[in-house]
């Protein structure tokens, strides 16, 4: 290397160490508000949060940087694209032009127009009063249609929305996605409901203490490779999961005593979060290119762990003794058959995070058509009821009866997150794809599961998936593990494989 060239991309590198560091303490803050924080700290800690992000902005946007980029223009030409100093330069410039792009008044506005969507879409809901919620949802999907205009470069203006979670994704792209799922998903939901197939999932709705369920949880996670030696696991409202470094995620879940799902199978989901981040090259460490690539890639890994492994017949062998140790009472007759088919019980639900692994795609589709529609201008925001009870009713064959049920239901579109919905759906089909081309690589995975094992599964993804970290866009790495692009293909096949065999349909 140049020796000039070395110094200037030292400095870029240091420069990036401290963003990566700003941001890694605001996770702190953020955890710490989700998790321990009493509420009288609330008001110190958004402003806090604030002054770290906006530090991150200004070092991300400065003179200092484009400065840097430009001095490394011509010698990055000259790399290997696929080494880390090249990942690092194409991430640097990426941030560095879309912060430019966008006005400081705008990102201030938006900032400040989330903070009052938010807390009158808290209100709507509780009421289940859209009307109330109308003037705001109005006011978020104008920004965005502002933001999208500083990207004029991009073909459809819900690209330039899509790009923040998923870089390179394209409205385009999604829509012949959610076109090849959407018939074949909606008759397999409906097929079922027309089964008179009726599973019984009374075992999992029984009463189960909070202290018994987090400790068997935790167990379940530690079954997956979370290691307390490099995370912990705590109680929150809404679970989430979040990495401080690559020795140290978080992960957070809830309890309901009455039903054994919500904190089980949310923590093995969050767990696949952490394993994720957990699984990125010791090498990136301190670098922002250390965490996972995008929102589709990182839900890939949550639903992976949850459900394909989680849920699995294969799984619910080593599971469910874990789980009889920790509830004798309620668990002790329960037969590993009878257990595999009430975690897979299929129900229709009007609330996505209730949903299904046969229906929850169609939530997430209603969410797509409709936001495009609005971004688009085809749909006016006062009509949203309508559209949402209209698409819900043709895709599931059920109808939300309030709005509280229906169009209000998600905290995303108050804190202008438009453009992210898909990332779960897309989760739901990557995990699927790394998952045959897993199974044609282990010689036999059921086995492993069955028996526990589960460090061979985890071994390959950190080897295909984890240790590239944010190295590769979502759309690069699903060709260089499957060797094409994103493919719904396995998915429809995982779900009518699994669940035409449950509900005897197909
Ligand atoms: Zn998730």
Same mark, same amino acid.
């Not at 990102?107 to 989330?114: G, I, K, P, R, S």
């Not at 595999?340 to 639900?349: D, G, H, L, M, T």
């Not at 939530?363 to 058509?369: A, G, K, L, N, S």
């Not at 499957?482 to 493919?487: A, R």
């Given at each position: 290397?140049?020796r000039?060239?070395n110094?200037t991309f030292?400095?870029l590198?240091t420069?990036?160490q401290?963003?990566?560091d700003l941001?890694?303490a605001? %996770?702190? @803050?953020?955890?710490?508000?989700?998790t321990?924080?009493?509420?009288g700290g609330a008001a110190?800690r958004?402003?806090?949060m604030?002054t770290l992000s906006?530090?991150?902005?200004?070092?991300?946007?400065s003179d200092e940087?484009? !400065? +840097?980029?430009?001095?490394? &223009?011509?010698?990055?030409?000259?790399?290997?694209?696929?080494?880390d100093?090249a990942a690092l330069?194409?991430y640097?410039r990426?941030?560095?032009t879309r912060?430019?792009a966008?006005?400081?008044?705008l990102?201030?506005?938006?900032? +400040?127009?989330?903070g009052?969507a938010?807390?009158?879409?808290?209100? %709507?809901?509780?009421e289940d /009063?859209f009307?109330?919620?109308?003037?705001?949802?109005?006011?978020?999907?104008?920004?965005a249609?502002q933001?999208?205009?500083?990207? *004029?470069?991009?073909?459809h203006?819900? &690209?330039?929305? +899509?790009?923040?979670?998923?870089?390179?994704?394209?409205?385009?792209?999604?829509?012949r996605i959610f076109?090849?799922?959407? #018939?074949?998903?909606?008759?397999?939901f409906?097929?079922?409901?027309?089964?008179?197939?009726?599973?019984d999932?009374?075992?999992l709705?029984?009463h189960?203490?909070?202290?018994?369920?987090i400790?068997?949880?935790?167990?379940? $996670?530690q079954?997956?490779?979370?290691d307390?030696?490099?995370g912990?696991? /705590?109680?929150t409202t809404?679970p989430?999961?979040?990495?401080f470094?690559v020795? &140290?995620?978080?992960?957070?879940?809830r309890?309901n005593?009455?039903?054994l799902n919500?904190?089980?199978?949310?923590t093995?989901h969050?767990?696949?979060?952490?394993?994720?981040e +957990?699984?990125?090259?010791?090498r @990136?460490?301190?670098l922002p290119l250390?965490?996972g690539?995008?929102?589709?890639v990182?839900?890939?890994q949550?639903?992976?762990?949850?459900n394909l492994?989680g849920r699995?017949?294969?799984?619910?062998?080593?599971l469910?003794?874990?789980?009889?140790?920790?509830?004798p009472a309620?668990?002790g007759?329960?037969?590993?058959?009878?257990f595999?088919?009430?975690?897979?019980?299929?129900?229709?639900?009007f609330?996505r995070?209730?949903a299904?692994e046969?229906?929850y795609?169609l939530?997430?589709?209603?969410?797509?058509?409709i !936001?495009?529609?609005?971004?688009?201008?085809?749909?006016a925001?006062a009509?949203l009821?309508?559209?949402?009870?209209q698409?819900?009713e043709?895709?599931?064959?059920?109808?939300? *009866?309030?709005?509280? !049920?229906?169009v209000?239901q998600?905290?995303?579109w108050s804190?202008?997150?438009?453009?992210?919905?898909?990332?779960y759906?897309?989760?739901?089909?990557? $995990?699927?794809?790394?998952?045959?081309?897993m199974r044609?690589?282990l010689?036999?995975?059921d086995?492993?599961?069955?028996?526990?094992?589960?460090t061979?599964?985890?071994?390959?993804?950190i080897e295909?998936v984890?240790r590239?970290? #944010?190295?590769?866009?979502?759309q690069?790495?699903?060709?260089?593990v499957?060797?094409?692009?994103? &493919?719904p293909a396995?998915y429809?096949?995982?779900?009518q494989?699994k669940?035409?065999q449950?509900?005897?349909?197909?």
């Open positions: 290397m140049d000039n060239m110094t030292n400095q590198k420069l990036l401290e963003v990566h941001t890694k605001s %996770a702190v @803050l953020g955890w710490d508000r989700q321990y924080m009493p509420p110190a958004s402003r806090q604030s906006k530090l991150v902005h200004e070092r991300l946007t940087m484009g !400065e +840097l980029l430009e001095s490394l &223009d011509e010698w990055h030409r000259s790399l290997d694209p696929d080494s100093e330069i194409r640097a990426r941030e560095f912060g430019r966008v006005p400081a008044d990102v201030q506005e938006m900032t +400040l127009a989330t009052e938010n807390r009158v879409w808290q209100q %709507a809901r509780k /009063d009307r109330k919620f109308l003037p705001h949802l109005e006011k978020m999907f104008d920004l249609r933001y999208a205009a500083c990207f *004029p470069h991009f073909e203006p819900y &690209d330039a929305l +899509l790009d923040r979670f998923e870089q390179g994704l394209t409205k385009a792209e999604l829509t076109e090849a799922i959407k #018939r074949p998903q909606s008759e397999l409906k097929a079922i409901l027309g089964s008179g197939v009726e599973i999932d009374r075992m709705r029984q189960f203490p909070a202290d018994a369920q400790a068997a949880s935790l167990e379940a $996670a079954m997956l490779g979370f307390l030696q490099r912990r696991l /705590d109680l809404h989430f999961a979040s990495a470094s020795n &140290d995620a978080r992960i957070t879940t309890v005593e009455n039903f919500a904190c089980l199978f949310g093995l969050e767990t696949g979060h952490a394993l994720y +957990l699984g990125v090259a010791p @990136l460490e301190g250390a965490r690539t995008s929102s589709g990182h839900e890939s949550s639903r992976l762990f949850e492994i699995s017949r294969a799984f619910a062998r080593a469910l003794p874990v789980l009889q140790k920790h509830f309620q668990l007759d329960a037969s590993v058959e009878a595999y088919r009430a975690i897979n019980k299929v129900q229709p639900s609330i995070v209730e299904d046969v229906s795609n939530h997430i589709i209603v969410r797509f058509e !936001e495009v529609a609005l971004i688009e201008g085809g749909l925001p009509d009821p309508d559209a949402w009870r698409k819900f043709q895709y599931l064959g059920i109808t939300p *009866p309030t709005d509280r !049920e229906g209000l998600d905290v995303h804190w202008g997150l438009i453009g992210h919905f898909q990332s759906a897309l989760g739901n089909i990557l $995990a699927c794809q790394w998952w045959e081309r044609d690589d010689p036999d995975p086995a492993l599961m069955a028996a526990g094992n589960i061979p599964l985890r071994e390959w993804l295909h984890h590239h970290g #944010r190295k590769y866009p979502p690069e790495l699903v060709r260089r499957t060797g094409g692009p994103i &493919d396995p429809l096949r995982y779900l494989a669940y035409g449950i509900y005897a349909v197909g």
